[in-house]
């Protein structure tokens, strides 16, 4: 089969090219906008998902398709063609990568976008989210390692140094496993975290006796946001590794606890009426359970402990917080004798 004429001239190489290049922008421009206009007109979340994450590379992928096409047909027609379609072909298999990260990327927000992280106790959704995004950067990591790898063994040189290489190994591969055997292990702790989950994202834990919030998980750390808004970064062993509270391991309720340090002449049965009252008047309270007793006696004073259960911890630290100003508040008012004294006896 003869070569087609129109790319038989040699003089017109570049700009043949060129006008591919200039069509495949054509149609790149056409297909984004179609997208953009389906992602105003429709309430679809993929079609939003690609527009804001697949337009870009789209401008890049779909010329170079093109011009790879002609510059392979140059190449095989005219030899003194071949470093250009070597060139072509690098970067083609770059746009590659780069699209397939993207649609993973695109893939995670259809996901994430699915669930329904506004109810009271969003634990499954936490779970899920922390699995996907966990998943997202290990498919990412290996889009990568392939691409590289396709890149390499694209070409006789290279793929035979790499070959050279292999064999070779011996000795340094044991020095490189030994080197890099704390980064697997943070790798396969990562792997079980979020398989396993002793911790998910927005969890409530306290580490290294710091109450806070699990903000990121990654393949080798975890960081913790502190109530105050300081961050401890940690080791993502440490969570297999090391024993830690998890408040929201299994569901997103708690219970919460208030203590006053009261005498013995307060009546603990109005106390207890009371916390009745100022739950069923707070919508933080999600009416499961409730407590008041006297869980300690000292000295001179008891100590009450008013426990409460509500949602979330958010919402448990902002009830915990109503019941003891209410309390405060209502013993001061109705028995301020109740309130600790101190006696000062003279001789």
């Not at 290996?142 to 694209?154: P, R, W, Y």
């Amino acid at each position: 089969m003869d070569f087609p004429e129109f790319l038989n001239y040699r003089q017109y190489p570049w700009l043949i090219i060129l006008l591919t290049g200039i069509i495949g922008l054509i149609i790149s421009a056409v297909l984004i906008n179609l997208i953009k206009i389906t992602a105003a007109r429709k309430q679809w979340q993929a079609v939003r998902a690609i527009r804001e994450n697949l337009t870009s590379v789209l401008y890049f992928f779909i010329p170079m398709i093109l011009i790879t096409t002609i510059v392979k047909s140059y190449s095989l027609a005219y030899k003194e063609y071949e470093w250009l379609f070597a060139i072509s072909k690098t970067l083609m298999i770059a746009l590659t990568t780069w699209l397939m990260v993207r649609i993973v990327v695109v893939i995670e927000k259809i996901l994430i976008d699915k669930l329904d992280f506004d109810t009271p106790d969003n634990n499954q959704a936490r779970r899920m989210f922390t699995k996907i995004k966990f998943v997202k950067r290990m498919v990412i990591i290996m889009i990568i390692t392939i691409g590289v790898s396709i890149l390499l063994l694209s070409f006789e040189s290279v793929r035979s140094y790499g070959v050279g290489i292999l064999t070779s190994a011996g000795i340094a591969s044991v020095i490189i496993g030994f080197a890099a055997q704390k980064s697997l292990a943070n790798l396969m702790a990562g792997i079980q975290i979020a398989f396993t989950q002793p911790i998910k994202i927005d969890d409530v834990v306290i580490v290294e006796g710091e109450w806070g919030r699990i903000e990121e998980i990654n393949l080798t750390y975890v960081v913790v946001n502190i109530w105050d808004l300081r961050r401890i970064v940690l080791p993502i062993t440490y969570f297999i590794e090391t024993p830690f509270q998890n408040w929201t391991r299994n569901e997103s309720a708690l219970i919460g606890s208030a203590f006053f340090h009261l005498n013995y002449h307060t009546p603990v049965d109005r106390l207890r009426e009371k916390l009745k009252e100022i739950l069923d008047q707070t919508p933080l309270w999600d009416g499961k359970s409730w407590a008041l007793q006297v869980t300690d006696t000292q000295e001179q004073l008891m100590v009450v402990r008013a426990l409460m259960s509500a949602r979330n911890s958010s919402e448990t630290f902002d009830l915990r917080c109503i019941v003891r100003e209410k309390m405060i508040e209502f013993i001061a008012q109705e028995y301020p004798e109740a309130l600790p004294t101190t006696r000062i006896e003279g001789k």
